[in-house]
């Protein structure tokens, strides 16, 4: 019998088929070569490593669970995987993958017309354009559904006015898939960045997430022809399931900075020494490990069995929030006890922990707060919604 690998306690890579486990092993190879020594200095810098998204594309890690348009069609588990493999490196990786693949290239996909797709997602699943997401407003967050941003019929055309705030990838963005309301309901438009009156201003002194390119969008009388308009779907129904699709990477994903923060701690007990020999010989820090190797686990489990659903079209977004709610829950707690483990050394960028602990604080809190999926499992269990 074979003695369990601390590093994969429960043997979940057992329970990946041979296609998952080549992506999952190529994705984590990139990271370890291109990303892991230079995250900590892209996150000092407040910089994203936009040279890297070339290789994303012809990796075909963007949109890779579309089918078609040259994206890879791959299933939604290796998806989660990727997001994980990502996600070990820095956050805001996987948060710009997510955000082309999830929030732009899917409601494209999903809702747009033929010309739309044709235009924007071959060149987006190969990195050559890039897109963002406009939902969260400066003061309309958690309730998208009463957004301000405002799009009327001006002839054939459309004139748009409004903001966004907290807009990943939106100064890098070539096309911006920006929801508004209309007379009609609240309708997506397919906005190519450099049109007139389209402004994408950086938010800066963030502490998370510094990776990430973040920025507020402005449109100011904005004119739209009349075919920019996503055509598949009116009602807040459109931007929720783009982030149900988003929220089901970061289950995953949060999973791959929980690792790397119990990875680091698991080899600094090691060679960490204290009281004449290594720290992991001692019963609270033995007790910190296994309460990090539980959880970690669990929550693999989790996002596995999860995976398995939606690849049988059988995961509803009550599920993903189930997900999405334990997950990351898990993972900020995982980083916060790896980091005691560390002590002073793990408040330094020389290790990578504090730095995704400060990430996750964002992941918490983006695409569905830990109260709203509280409360959308809570009407669930109950029947009774407690959102007004």
């Known amino acids: 019998m074979t003695k369990p690998d601390p590093r994969d306690l429960l043997g979940i890579r057992d329970l990946l088929n041979e296609e998952e ?7 984590r190879t990139f990271v370890r070569k291109e990303v892991a020594d230079h995250a900590g200095q892209w996150f000092e810098d407040a910089t994203f490593p936009r040279h890297l998204v070339g290789q994303l594309g012809e990796m075909g890690l963007l949109g890779m669970h579309l089918t078609g348009y040259g994206c890879a069609g791959t299933s939604a588990t290796a998806y989660g995987l990727a997001c994980l493999e990502l996600e070990a490196g820095d956050s ?3 948060s710009f993958v997510s ?10 996909w999903k809702y747009g017309s033929d010309e739309q797709k044709d235009r924007w997602l071959p060149s987006m699943a190969r990195g050559e354009a890039i897109g963002c997401f406009g939902l969260t407003e400066p003061d309309r967050g958690s309730d998208p559904g009463d957004m301000r941003t405002f799009a009327k019929r001006d002839g054939g055309d459309w004139i748009l006015n409004g903001s966004k705030m907290w807009i990943t990838n939106g100064t890098l963005a070539d096309v911006a898939v920006v929801w508004a309301r209309t007379d009609e309901g609240v309708r997506g438009f397919v906005v190519p960045t450099d049109t007139p009156g ?15 390119a973040t920025a507020e969008l402005s449109f100011d009388d904005l004119r739209l022809p009349g075919d920019a308009v996503l055509p598949g779907v009116t009602g807040l129904k459109g931007p929720l399931s ?5 929220r089901f990477g970061i289950l995953f994903g949060a999973l791959g900075a929980a690792r790397t923060c119990y990875e680091s701690a ?13 720290i992991g010989g001692f019963q609270l820090t033995q007790q910190k490990l296994v309460g990090m190797a539980l959880e970690l686990n669990k929550a693999m489990l989790l996002a596995v069995h999860l995976g398995r659903r939606k690849d049988a079209g059988e995961l509803p977004p009550e599920l993903v929030s189930f997900g999405k709610l334990n997950n990351v829950r898990t993972a900020i707690d995982i980083a916060r006890t790896a980091r005691t483990i560390l002590a002073a ?11 995704h602990a400060n990430n996750l604080e964002s992941v918490l809190t983006y695409e569905g707060t830990e109260e709203i999926h509280t ?9 009774q919604s407690a959102y007004r």
């Open 99 to 108: 955000v082309q693949g999830s929030l732009a290239m899917f409601p494209i």
């Open 198 to 212: 389209f402004t994408a201003r950086e938010i800066k002194h963030k502490l998370s997430l510094r990776m990430s």
């Open 92 to 94: 805001g990786l996987r």
């Open 345 to 355: 050394n793990g408040i330094s960028l020389e290790y990578p922990v504090l730095r």
């Open 242 to 246: 783009c982030l149900s699709e988003a």
């Open 266 to 278: 698991l080899d600094y007990a090691a060679t960490r020494e204290q009281f004449g020999r290594p």
């Open 21 to 27: 486990r080549e992506i999952a092993d190529t994705v």
């Open 375 to 383: 409360l959308v499992l809570g009407q669930l269990l109950t029947g």
